[in-house]
Structure formats: structure tokens, C-alpha cells
């Protein structure tokens, strides 16, 4: 159910990746790379029949967040399922390097942002899309390391799934909303590899149980749930920036404490509602259930907020 | 897939200042359009089309939306996933009225 | 090639590496009077949150130690485990944080090398061997995206369309030359070329700071494009008052 207040927001779902950006930027204030008249296309899609979009569904540039220099980077998950691929990975990758060569320069951005929303590498152009998520890793931890926080936003129509669940957990943020997705095998790729009843993927509160927006911020894969508006996500990448883990021995030290207990903690249990029982969280079972108010008081008192990522 | 130029002539220029307009998302039975001014009266509308033989639905839809709007001087791509044709004229009208706004 | 017979052709000087939990390899190793970390992963075992987590254990015990210690990846894994359980348990955190560990390794001094001597796909092959600074593949090696069958499944082309176009190009096909061309793959190592060993003493001697694999995919005419892009958005980005416009 949708409540009235929220229906007449300009839902993050529902948006496209260029109003997206224009929802989370300072009015007027991005400034495309690379844009539609610059023509850089996917020169594999032809050998599938296939049209290209101008953008090859990665609209990249720079912009500002209540006047603070920011990169941003999204995908447009309705084209080929905002895929990685030659030119939409490279694209990333060069923004990414780009904000670490520009730091303490002029030029210089505090954050990027990556409104993540892909089904992963594109299959075809599988080898280049599945090199683009490694450099888009070492981008963008190089990128911390340059001391730049990368904030992934995610609740698009394809999630964050393959290549975008591991670049999700390299990112020093993570915020998610309800309809947020993370998973690296998607639903449908277990089901088919594994049968229906290692992973029914029609069973779509299963389904949203096991990868949805509410079960990653609970046991500590997102950082951050919000509602599923665009200004949500803008209040929340804008107060974000301030306490975020570096790129350090000491983080991916907690990080591997934290992934350690989990499995120690979870590794047995077969669904969501096991966990959130073992976590002391009342009627495990309802909190899908929940209204986005009542599940955020639930997560203030029950979430693993950490800041090992 | 299909890829061919439409050419014609509007009654007068485009009214309006911006340059560069883009609209629409290439997802199936939908389309992306980049309107550029180009200046003169000409129309160049470039068509990469994934429904091949349709070309004469384009001609009629794209006679229509130069009647109505008159987009002289504007070049514009399209790339296009099986969009119908209300969806194009739609998006032609669209795009057409982004330009027409003062930059 | 057998565990045993790998070690024993990269590590002639001696190593101590034996296996541990859950098909993963680990010890020590000498390379031209050296010492360096030896890490692996055996038998096609698919990358579960158990092995990433075990994995890089290992590897931020080598960080910790501060000598800088070159470190080795022996893989032959499948892809990521394809479970509910481990999808459920953040696969993408157990995944993301073994790239991370091995990521921050070469960001602090240590070389860092892959071996790929049997399988690697999918999030695996991401969270394993590209993650390391250079990449070796051993003839015989094979590593994929994904198989053809589930590309064409997928793209709803034919098996035989498929293949007959992988043979035209190496952007979506599984194998060693095709992600040679990409710049995955450093150097192809065939056992016919000679002793393994001398030829790691020599990759562990060069160093690698910079990720240059979209520059080799364009030399080897894999990925034309990539290198190109990434370098047009770094000069646009860098002066952002010319050639860019609002839209």
C-alpha cells in the first residue's frame, strides 16, 4: 500500500536515471560527461541486432549537493538492464579515476555518488563488462584511498545484482530503500542452475525476504534505508558524507570480524524471519509487513550499524 | 534493425532558445530522442529503428508532427526499441516542446 | 593440473603449502630466495561466504605482518556458490570484502599475482583472480563469464548463432585468449614454453601500481574502446569548462 503523502513524490523507482540525478543534485547543477550529442554508443550491440542508447545506459558528470563539489554516475536499468559494459563500464571507471586525480585540485569532489540499478555484466559483451567491474573495484577503492567517499544509492528496477553486489559492498555508504534489491546470483539464475526448490523466484516475498531493501540494512549490508522517494535519498546521500570508514587495514580488519560473526551467528538459518528471531526482534515474521516509519524505528534499535565497509 | 534518414522542410524555424534536448529510454516498445538545433529550416530526423520495415509508419508520423510543429532547423536522433506510434508522436511532441523552452 | 604438481612446477627452491578448510590452499614459498604467501583455492569449489571469509583471513594476516610479503592466488574455483542461503547472508559483502582485502594488499606494498590454473566465472573470477595486480592464466585454464548455453538462453540467440560469432570476436567468449585480449590475462603460460618457475621470479620482480588492463585489452584489440572512453572522461572531468554542456 501506498500511503497518499507519498504517491504525489517523485518516486526513485519509478524515475529515470537522468531525473534521478536532477532529484538528488542542487537544481541545475550537473553537468553531463560524455553526454548524448558526444555519441560514445556500444559498438557489440549491432552484432546482436540490438539498438544502443546514446548514454549506453551510464549517465555520468559532475554537479554540486548543497554547493559541494560531487561526481555522479547512474544506470539506466531500463536499458539492457543497466548492464556493465564496455562503454557504460568505462565510463565509470574514468569518472572514478578521474575524482582520484582530482583530488586536492581545483577540481576536486568530496563524494561520488553511484545510483547503481543493473542486472550486472551485459552479457553480450560479457568479457568487457565483467572487466569493467574489476576496474570499476579498483577505481573506486583508489578512490578512497584518495580520501573520497563513494556513496551507492539503490532502489532502481534491476537492484544491484552480479558485478553491482560486489560493487555495492566496495563502497564506503550504502542506501537502500524498500524496493532496493542486492544479490550477486540473481533468482532466476539459481532457480535454473539449482531448481525451484533451492530458489522459487516467482515467490516474490521470498524473493524480496532473501535480497530486498529491508533484509540488507537489518543485517548490515546497506548503511542507510530510506523511503522510496527521490528526496529521501537526497536527504540521506547529503548527511551521509561526514562519517564514513576510509580504505584501511583497520576497516576491512572490523569488516572481516563483522562477516565472521554473521556466519557464526546465521550460517544455519533457511529464511530471513530464522535470523531476524535469533536477533530479539518481535514478530519476525511482519517485518515486511511494516510501514517504512515503523520499520526505521525497528532498524534504529535493532540494525547493525557498523562502520566496517 | 533498421537505420535510414528522413529529410524535409518546416514552414519556419523552431520557436525557442535551447540547444539540446534528450528524452525517452531505449527499453522495449520504447524510444530515445536527441533534438539539436541546427539551424536553417530543414528537418534531418535519423532513425535506427529495432522493428525493420516500418519505414513508411515513420514518413506518416513524422508528416504529421512537422505540420503540427513546424521544427525547422532541428536535427533529431532517435534510437528506437518497437515503440508504437501514438508512443513516438508523443515523445516528437515532447521533445519538440523542450526546445521551444527559453534556455 | 593437479594441486601437488602446480606447487611443485612454480615452487622448485621449496614451500610449505598445504591444504586447508573447504578446498583452499595456504603456506609459504620461496621464489629466487624469497619468501612469499601462498593463497589458493582447489577443485572448481564454487566461492562461498565460508571460503572469501577464510581467504581473506589469511590475506589481512599477511597485511598485518608488515613485511610486504609478495603474495600468490593459485585459483581454480567455479563461480560465486549459487545458493538461497548464501544470497540471503550478503554473498556480495563475503565477495566484495576478499576484492577488497586483496586490493588493499597491492595498495600496500605487497605484489600481488594470480595463477589461474583451472576455472574461475562469474563473481568469482571478480572476487578472486582479477583482483590480484597480474593476472597468469596456464595453458589449459578455463576461465568464462558465462558459459555459452546461459548467453544464449539469455539473448534468446541460437547455441550455433552464438558460436559461430564468438569465433569473430572475443567480447563474450569463455576462454583464455579471448580474456587475454580484454587484458584480464597477462601472460598465457604453456608448459611446453619452458619451466614455470623462473618466469614467476620475473613477474614477482616487476612491479604494478597502476590498473593498466584497459590499456593492454586496447594493444591486443579486445577492448577498443574502453581505455579511449576512460581517458576522455578524465580530461573532461579535469577541465570541466570546456566541452560539456548541461542538458
Known amino acids: 500500500m501506498i500511503p497518499k503523502n507519498i504517491s504525489k513524490a517523485a518516486s526513485w523507482y519509478e524515475s529515470s536515471a537522468r531525473d534521478r540525478i536532477n532529484g538528488l543534485l542542487d537544481h541545475g547543477s550537473f553537468r553531463e560527461i560524455l553526454g548524448p550529442e558526444a555519441g560514445v554508443i556500444s559498438p557489440h550491440l549491432a552484432l546482436f541486432d540490438l539498438p544502443p542508447a546514446f548514454d549506453d545506459g551510464m549517465i555520468i558528470g559532475r554537479g554540486t549537493m548543497n554547493g559541494h563539489p560531487v561526481a555522479i554516475a547512474a544506470q539506466e536499468g531500463q536499458f539492457m538492464g543497466g548492464t556493465f559494459a564496455e562503454v557504460s563500464g568505462a565510463k565509470l571507471v574514468g569518472l572514478l579515476r578521474a575524482a582520484t586525480a582530482a583530488a586536492d585540485t581545483a577540481q576536486a569532489v568530496s563524494t561520488v555518488f553511484l545510483l547503481l540499478d543493473t542486472g550486472g555484466v551485459r552479457l553480450q559483451e560479457a568479457n568487457a563488462g565483467e572487466m569493467a567491474v574489476s576496474e570499476t573495484v579498483r577505481a573506486l577503492l583508489e578512490a578512497r584511498s584518495a580520501g573520497i567517499a563513494v556513496i551507492a544509492l539503490i532502489g532502481g528496477r534491476a537492484g544491484a545484482f552480479g558485478g553491482g553486489g560486489i560493487v555495492t559492498a566496495c563502497c564506503s555508504h550504502v542506501i537502500i530503500s524498500e524496493q532496493g534489491r542486492i544479490s550477486i546470483s540473481g533468482p532466476e539464475v539459481i532457480e535454473t542452475n539449482k531448481g525451484a526448490e533451492e530458489f522459487d523466484s516467482r515467490d516474490r516475498a521470498l524473493v524480496w525476504r532473501v535480497t530486498g531493501g529491508r533484509s540488507r540494512a537489518l543485517l548490515g549490508g546497506a548503511d542507510s534505508y530510506v523511503k522510496g522517494d527521490v528526496a529521501s535519498f537526497r536527504q540521506a546521500a547529503a548527511v551521509t558524507r561526514n562519517t564514513l570508514p576510509d580504505f584501511s587495514l583497520a576497516t576491512l580488519d572490523a569488516e572481516q570480524k563483522r562477516l565472521e560473526e554473521r556466519l557464526n551467528a546465521y550460517g544455519d538459518c533457511r529464511d530471513t524471519p530464522e535470523i531476524w528471531a535469533r536477533a530479539g526482534i518481535d514478530d519476525p515474521k511482519n517485518v515486511s509487513e511494516l510501514s517504512d516509519d515503523a520499520f526505521i524505528a525497528l532498524l534504529a534499535e535493532k540494525g547493525h550499524a557498523h562502520g566496517a565497509r | 534493425m533498421e537505420k535510414f534518414t528522413i529529410s524535409t522542410r518546416a514552414q519556419r524555424p523552431l520557436s525557442g532558445t535551447t540547444r539540446q534536448a534528450i528524452l525517452g529510454v531505449v527499453a522495449s516498445g520504447n524510444l530515445e530522442l536527441l533534438f539539436e538545433r541546427i539551424g536553417g529550416d530543414t528537418v534531418e530526423i535519423n532513425i535506427l529503428t529495432a522493428s525493420t520495415g516500418y519505414r513508411t509508419v515513420w514518413e506518416a508520423v513524422i508528416r504529421d508532427f512537422v505540420e503540427r510543429t513546424s521544427p525547422g532547423g532541428v536535427r533529431i536522433t532517435i534510437h528506437d526499441n518497437g515503440a508504437r506510434p501514438d508512443t513516438v508522436m508523443l515523445r516528437l511532441m515532447q521533445g519538440a516542446k523542450m526546445l521551444e523552452m527559453p534556455s | ?247
Open chain 3, 1 to 247: 593440473m593437479a594441486p601437488a604438481d602446480l606447487l611443485a612446477a612454480l615452487f622448485p627452491e621449496g614451500h610449505n603449502v598445504t591444504p586447508g578448510a573447504e578446498n583452499t590452499l595456504l603456506g609459504t614459498a620461496i621464489v629466487a630466495n624469497e619468501s612469499v604467501a601462498v593463497l589458493g583455492i582447489t577443485d572448481a569449489t564454487p566461492l562461498s561466504p565460508e571460503i572469501a571469509i577464510t581467504l581473506a583471513g589469511f590475506v589481512l594476516d599477511i597485511i598485518r605482518a608488515g613485511e610486504k610479503t609478495p603474495i600468490v592466488l593459485l585459483i581454480d574455483t567455479a563461480s560465486q556458490r549459487m545458493t538461497r542461503r548464501d544470497e540471503m547472508l550478503g554473498l556480495n559483502e563475503y565477495l566484495g570484502h576478499l576484492a577488497k582485502v586483496i586490493t588493499l594488499a597491492g595498495a600496500q606494498g605487497h605484489r600481488t599475482v594470480g595463477i589461474l590454473y583451472g576455472t574461475a566465472a562469474a563473481g568469482a573470477f571478480i572476487a578472486t583472480a582479477l583482483a590480484t595486480q597480474t593476472l597468469i592464466a596456464l595453458d589449459g585454464a578455463h576461465p568464462s563469464v558465462m558459459d555459452l548455453p546461459s548467453i544464449a538462453r539469455v539473448t534468446k540467440l541460437p547455441l550455433d548463432v552464438l558460436t559461430e560469432k564468438a569465433a569473430s570476436t572475443p567480447i563474450f567468449a569463455p576462454g583464455v585468449v579471448p580474456l587475454a585480449a580484454m587484458g584480464a590475462v597477462a601472460e598465457v603460460w604453456a608448459a611446453a614454453d619452458g619451466p614455470l618457475a623462473p618466469r614467476l621470479a620475473t613477474v614477482l620482480a616487476t612491479s604494478s601500481n597502476q590498473d593498466t588492463r584497459d590499456v593492454l585489452g586496447a594493444e591486443r584489440g579486445g577492448r577498443k574502446q574502453a581505455h579511449d572512453v576512460a581517458l576522455r572522461v578524465a580530461a573532461a572531468f579535469l577541465k570541466p569548462a570546456s566541452g560539456e554542456g548541461a542538458i
